[in-house]
Antibody, heavy 120, light 107 residues
Framework: EVQLLESGGDLVRPGGCLRL?????????????MGWVRQAPGKGLEWVSG????????YYADSVKGRFTISRDSSKNMLFLQMDSLGAEDTARYYC?????????????WGRGTLVTVSS | SYELTQPPSVSVSPGQAARITCSGD??????AYWYQQKSGQAPVLVIY???KRPSGIPDRFSGSSSGTMATLTISGAQVGDEADYYC??????????FGGGTKLTVL
């Protein structure tokens, strides 16, 4: 079955860090563009970061640039999001999502998300 | 930064057509996509490339795009179609952009 499963969400203090993981099943993650999309409580969807399936180029929303790092491990078929210098505005459910092609397209497969809460 | 603008809410009676709009300056050159998100669930793609329907999506869901506006139409809306709907496209760099979302109420 083709699916994505996120983990790593937790309660963290402001200024802290967290690493999210996403394991893919049923397809080779590294051959597709992948991304992280977040949703703050009661709010809309916000693209956070992406990685190319062609050359591994990485991309970030301005709101997280310099604080978050996306990466992948092809041997484990996994995607990661390292989040540093977290603030209350980063509180959200974080979804791992696959894009249609190696360079982009729509998100055609989503995980169920993992919850990150930043609070003292 | 590039923005896609949607109405916050749309309300229709069961059986009526629901139309949700999405405006963006780049839509004449970029495809629009639509996601449905029911409470507590991950988004589901209901329209891709302006007007195509993924397999498994009922044919009462349709999409169109003209100029700077894309429209999602749900013909004969059902109570089960109540959800948040998000339009999606990409900016000039190819990065994903979501609209603010529209809450559809069917009652």
């Amino acid at each position: 079955e083709v699916q994505l499963l996120e983990s790593g969400g937790d309660l963290v203090r402001p200024g802290g860090c967290l690493r999210l993981s996403c394991v893919a099943s049923g397809f080779t993650l590294s051959t597709y563009a992948m991304g992280w999309v977040r949703q703050a409580p009661g709010k809309g969807l916000e693209w956070v970061s992406g990685i190319s399936g062609s050359d591994g180029s990485t991309y970030y929303a301005d709101s997280v640039k310099g604080r978050f790092t996306i990466s992948r491990d092809s041997s484990k078929n996994m995607l990661f999001l390292q989040m540093d210098s977290l603030g209350a505005e980063d509180t959200a459910r974080y979804y791992c999502a696959k894009r249609k092609g190696p360079e982009g397209g729509e998100f055609d497969l989503w995980g169920r998300g993992t919850l990150v809460t930043v609070s003292s | 930064s590039y923005e896609l603008t949607q109405p916050p809410s749309v309300s229709v009676s069961p059986g009526q057509a629901a139309r949700i709009t999405c405006s963006g300056d780049a839509l004449p050159k970029k495809y629009a996509y639509w996601y449905q998100q029911k409470s507590g669930q991950a988004p589901v793609l209901v329209i891709y490339e302006d007007n195509k329907r993924p397999s498994g999506i009922p044919d009462r869901f349709s999409g169109s795009s003209s100029g700077t506006m894309a429209t999602l139409t749900i013909s004969g809306a059902q109570v089960g179609d109540e959800a948040d709907y998000y339009c999606y496209s990409t900016d000039s760099s190819g990065n994903p952009v979501f609209g603010g979302g529209t809450k559809l109420t069917v009652l």
